[in-house]
Each structure stands twice: as C-alpha cells, then as structure tokens.
C-alpha cells in the first residue's frame, strides 16, 4: 500500500510557474513508476508526466518542453516543475503510482494504481 500526498498548486498567471510535490508513504519502493495525471472540468484524466526508478521520463505532447518531472528518492518525494504555464494547463493534478514499470505507455492513465487527492492548479490569462 502507498500513500501519496501532493502539494503546491495555486493560482498563477499565464507564463507563471509552480512546482508540485507529491509526498509518498507506506511502501513507496515497491512503486516503479510514478507520474503526474490532470484533469480539467469536463474532460477525462489525462496523463501530463511519468518517470521509472532508472530516471527515464516521458511527456505529453501538450507539456513537453514546459514541465520536468523529478523524483528524489532519498525523501521519496516526486515533483513536477511547471515553467510557462497556460490557461488550458487549468487542473486538478493528481500525483499516481504504479507496481509496474512505465512501459509501453507511459502516460496510461489506466494504469496507475495509486492516487492521491489531488491539488488545484489555476492559471488566468
């Protein structure tokens, strides 16, 4: 079992930044890959982020190139930098674990197994 806790979202203009954290606990070693999924009004989750215990990290289109996506290992604490943010960046960002390794679909929403409550990332124009 793991407990995943995230923190930093707030309100931000566009072109702003935030850095999201995620806290994890209980048996965060037996996760291999760990990553960021958001979902904004009336629209399905969709996958932003994921990185695997060797560091290989994969993006969404939509965010490549904006956000980095970081684990440190020692605090078992994974983060998501946001640089350049958008309005359409508006979401709820949840922070999601899974036993399994990122694979072939890294981003999979489905296959996140672990979820955290999620925290509110606001961006005006």
């Known amino acids: 079992q793991v407990q995943l806790v995230e923190s930093g979202g707030g309100s931000v203009q566009a072109g702003g930044s935030l850095r999201l954290s995620c806290a994890a606990s209980?048996?965060?070693?037996?996760?291999?890959?760990m990553g960021w999924v958001r979902q904004a009004p009336g629209k399905e989750r969709e996958g932003v982020a994921s990185?695997?215990?060797?560091?290989?990290?994969n993006y969404a289109d939509s965010v490549q190139g904006r956000f980095t996506i970081s684990h440190d290992n020692a605090k078992n604490t994974l983060y998501l930098q946001m640089n350049s943010l958008k309005p359409e960046d508006t979401a709820m960002y949840y922070c999601?674990?899974?036993?399994?390794?990122?694979?072939?679909?890294?981003?999979?929403?489905?296959?996140?197994?672990?979820w955290g409550q999620g925290t509110q990332v606001t961006v005006s124009s």
């Open positions: 990185i695997d215990r060797f560091g290989t990290s």
């Open positions: 209980g048996d965060p070693d037996s996760r291999t890959c």
């Open positions: 999601a674990a899974q036993i399994m390794s990122c694979g072939v679909r890294p981003l999979s929403v489905a296959s996140f197994t672990d």
